[in-house]
């Protein structure tokens, strides 16, 4: 069966094709989980600073897994008018690509800070490799993500819901600053699917949302860590906990 039109299909040459693994000889990516929730002021602190710090070549890259309190995020291209409910939780201007996103309790969040100067520094092919990266996770489960030529993300169908019927299920939003990449991925694990209601999620009006639990699945975050790092190594290259 031929793909739709603005669906690109993933195999296994696509996969190879968006791989960005570091130059030989580069170290592994360091790889953080945080132990409890993030503060989203504190996330940016501390991305600023390793991400200088990366630049000068004075810290390896990094893989950052998180959880924030509940909170909308204002990419770059943010519409007023996609803020539903602007008084339900914090508002934060992240200067990120993108529009309204929402993070919260459940969702993995995996701020991604690598230098392209080390892999290709192009950011069409960095976000084509996040998306790899994000398919090759939800594989793991047996769920097929797709990615669409005009929405940025990872999608999945639901034919459960009716026919042409999609939800989002992870959202990508990245800076880059010296071609150092930051901010990044999330991935709905377990969220509150109802607190995406207060915005139009990356302005997106004809979609919904869903979660690995949503669609079924008993997947904890510990899961889905494990998935995330075995899909990353196989698009960026060796990761090393720090």
Known sequence: MSPKQGEAPVNERDRLGAAMPAAAGSPPVAWRVADGPVPYE????????????????????????????????AGTSARDADLVEPDRFPVFRSGRGGQYTYHGPGQRVAYVMLDLNRRTPDLRRFVAALEAWLILTLEAFNIRGERREDRVGVWVRRPDKGEGVEDKIAAIGI??????????????????????????????????????????????MADADVALRAAFEEVFGPTERE
């Open 175 to 220: 800076r880059v600053r010296r071609w150092v990449t930051f901010h990044g991925v999330s991935l709905n694990v377990e969220p509150d699917l109802t607190h995406f209601s207060g915005i139009v999620p990356c302005g997106v009006t004809q979609h919904g949302v869903t979660s690995l639990v949503d669609l079924g699945l008993p997947v904890t």
């Open 42 to 73: 504190e996330a940016l602190a501390f991305m600023d600073a390793r991400v200088a710090a990366i630049a000068e070549g004075r810290a390896p890259e990094l893989v950052w897994l998180l959880e924030h309190p509940p909170l909308y995020t």
